[in-house]
């Protein structure tokens, strides 16, 4: 970020926030209440309802059928991942945390199907051939300082042709940070326009105003590509 320094009184990200101590924190993390206070659902209207919507979505979005290898990055307590295990695919979740690892184990409660993986395991098992039928990534592109960086890490794992189910706001980044004192940091550099560098653009969803009365989320999907900037 561009408002990080060196100086310890000035913010500096601070990926700390990501780190469950409980199952329960872990679910608060992954899905806070609506951002807007009173005027959104709450944590756990937004698991039922929101998961629900987004599983539907991603289905006929990323044509997924019984079998398929999809990526979850940045899975946190595997709200996602489950619903998919549930739908008889395979899901690797690569998540920052380690204890939101051990929580999202717990959680999707599938060995047979779910498998967790820290960003730099992932790399690896990308290294040694591992590509995806398809990927999503939900909530977890728009609170990283560098999203260039999470974007050629999804492309890099999905098979040529396979697609990706991206959820973030509409128009700001939202960067934890701590400095005299812990703060989210909202800026406006535009996540959407960063991933049309590494992913050819499908479609635009907008979610139902149950979900999202501010009109503050968006879902792309993308297709992994022939794209110039990405240099595969
Ligand atoms: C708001 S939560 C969303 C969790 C989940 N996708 C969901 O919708 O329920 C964001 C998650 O992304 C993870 N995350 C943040 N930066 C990441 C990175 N660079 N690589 C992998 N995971 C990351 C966080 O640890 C956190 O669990």
Known sequence: MNNLTADQTKPQYHPQVFDPHDMTD???????????ESEGPKSS????????????????ELNLAPGQWVLDYGCGAGRIAKALCEKKLFVIGVELTENMRKYAIEYVNDPQR?????????AELVNTGLRVDAACSVWCVHHCPDPDQVYRAIRGGMKFNAKFFNVNNRKTRVIPTMGTEFRWIEDEINIWRIADAY???????IFPPDLDPKERFIIRTYMRTIVPEAKD
Do not use: H
């Open 45 to 60: 209207e937004r698991w039922e309802k929101e998961t629900k919507f987004l599983v539907e979505k991603m289905l006929t």
């Open 26 to 36: 872990a679910k608060q993390i992954s899905l806070p209440d609506y951002p807007a």
């Open 199 to 205: 992913f050819g653009l499908c479609n635009t969803i």
């Open 114 to 122: 779910f498998i967790c993986v820290s960003p730099e395991m992932f």
